[in-house]
């Protein structure tokens, strides 16, 4: 059986991803984040370009609670850390539960080699889902339009 590890990345300054203990797992941030999902492998193109993507509009993802979520293999976790840190410097990466990406690929039915972006909503329901890099206006405009994000705005909070 291959063995799975979930990386996470937080870039929220109300709720900063350090409140969010180690060992934690895709349930365990519903109501606090809207997860990114990753599916990867690290050398595949398509996760360096979602980066990038992501890495150009933080503030957008501070605003709506953006939590980027790469999942990739086990023996892939160290390599991937140092690129990430050399995309969005100064950001933390959080170790999430063993086999918790083993059990998001199962639950999300992703295979090992597949590049999928999976957007998760508060609530825990999948948001979206999509085969290549997804742009931070697609997300915005799909986030912006929940009820939730809604009652965000209305109550003032926006980051």
Request: aromatic residues 4%; proline residues 6%.
């Amino acid at each position: 059986m291959i063995h799975l590890s979930l990386l996470a990345l937080a870039v929220m300054p109300v709720l900063p991803l350090s409140s969010a203990p180690a060992g934690s797992t895709v349930a365990s941030l519903r109501h606090d984040y809207r997860p990114l999902l990753i599916f990867a492998a690290a050398d595949n193109p398509l996760l360096h370009e979602q980066l990038e993507i992501l890495a150009q509009r933080t503030q957008d993802m501070q605003d709506r609670q953006i939590l980027a979520v790469p999942v990739l293999l086990q023996d892939e976790e160290e390599a991937f850390a140092k690129q990430w840190g050399e995309i969005l410097p100064g950001r933390h990466l959080v170790e999430l539960a063993q086999g918790e990406a083993a059990s998001a690929r199962r639950r999300f039915q992703i295979g090992p080699g597949d590049f999928t972006v999976i957007l998760v909503g508060k609530d825990g329901g999948e948001k979206l889902r999509s085969q290549t890099p997804v742009t931070m206006e697609r997300l915005a405009k799909l986030i912006d339009s929940m009820p939730m994000r809604q009652k965000e705005i209305r109550d003032g909070h926006t980051g």
